[in-house]
């Protein structure tokens, strides 16, 4: 319970607003509480933040996977990040996901789960008040991972509903993951973890992408996210990476300790200007308010 509440205050520094005077929203303080799924009669929660403005028009949502390396956590995790995108002007929705019990859950299932997700949040928008052709997806490490999978990945079956993201908000992102030994021994070996592994699969027509992240990330390395932003352009798409000197991974200065980092670390100016540049991209693709 420490270690949540721990990281929940980082994420409330991570990703507070810039020029939160000038903020035209505010945000809701607690969620609206849904069950998008039900996997062997367990719910997974759907944690609903709106800005306490009232629109006529459908807003822009974003859908947010918490990470803990697929198998800790919960939706919770991110309430302080979906509280502040509820306050840029989105609908922020922060989900839960089938963790790895390193036996018969994997990120494959986390995987279904996120495009489970993101179909019901577009299934529901009129409901919801979201603009279907305006939904986001975002995360964290191992939630940034989950997020992209959206965007890349789907049920061999196909749906009538697209899980397909319109945009990517990605923090020290698990983007690269082939070579990971912790992912390999998830998903149950080399072949199926680089069969997960995003920068492996990148494609033409992927939804613009920001990504964020520490240049000494020893969790989720700085060479893997290059390489994927790499071949998003080649690939005709739009990333925009900011990498940071001196921090690793959640932009920690304490660079002997990322796996569960030193919160105190945490370089605030970089959190700041990492969020000043993810509300600037929202904007900039007509998800946030001017």
Not at 60 to 86: E, P
Not at 164 to 192: C, E, I, N
């Amino acid at each position: 319970m420490i270690a949540k509440i721990i990281f929940g205050m980082v994420l409330a520094v991570v990703l507070p607003l810039a020029g939160q005077a000038r903020a035209a929203e505010a945000a809701a303080t607690e969620p609206e509480v849904e069950t998008y799924a039900r996997i062997d009669n367990v719910p997974l929660t759907a944690r609903i933040f709106r800005p306490t403005e009232q629109s006529n028009a459908p807003r822009a949502a974003i859908v947010l996977f918490h990470g803990g390396g697929w198998n800790k956590g919960d939706a919770s995790w991110m309430d302080g990040v979906a509280q502040r995108l509820a306050t840029a002007g989105l609908v922020a929705i922060s989900v839960d996901y089938r963790l790895s019990d390193q036996k018969t859950t994997t990120p494959f299932d986390a995987v279904s789960d996120a495009r489970a997700a993101m179909r019901w949040v577009r299934s529901n928008a009129t409901r919801l008040g979201i603009d279907p052709k305006r939904i986001a997806s975002g995360g964290t490490s191992a939630g940034a991972h989950l997020a992209v999978a959206t965007a890349i990945f789907d049920d061999p079956w196909g749906d009538a509903v697209s899980a397909r993201p319109d945009a990517l908000v990605l923090r020290s992102a698990a983007v690269s993951t082939a070579d990971s030994t912790w992912f390999r021994k998830l998903t149950g070996g080399t072949a199926q973890a680089a069969s997960l592994s995003p920068d492996l699969h990148v494609r033409p027509g992927m939804p613009p992408a920001i990504v964020l992240q520490g240049a000494e990330d020893n969790v989720t390395p700085a060479a893997g996210v290059q390489r994927f932003c790499d071949r998003m352009r080649q690939s005709g798409n739009r990333c925009d990476l900011q990498l940071y000197p001196g921090v690793g991974h959640l932009f920690t200065r304490n660079l002997q300790q990322q796996e569960i980092p030193d919160y105190d670390a945490i370089d605030r100016d970089i959190a700041a200007d990492a969020n000043a540049r993810t509300v600037a991209f929202l904007r900039d693709i007509g998800f946030a308010q001017p």
